[in-house]
């Protein structure tokens, strides 16, 4: 809701049926858990991601 984004996008993002989401809705939901989106990108998550 503090994102501003919909269920349902987020929803797709979860369930894996969108794998590449805009840089904006990025931002939309780090601003809704009150965190910068370099916050977001040092998550060791991405630390090995590599390209398909």
Request: aromatic share 12%.
């Amino acid at each position: 809701m503090e994102s501003g984004i919909s269920y349902s996008t987020l929803s797709s993002f979860i369930n894996g049926k969108s794998q590449s989401p805009k840089l904006v809705t990025l931002l939309h939901i780090c601003e809704g858990f009150g965190i910068e989106l370099n916050e977001f990108f040092t998550d060791k998550l991405f630390k090995d991601v590599e390209e398909d």
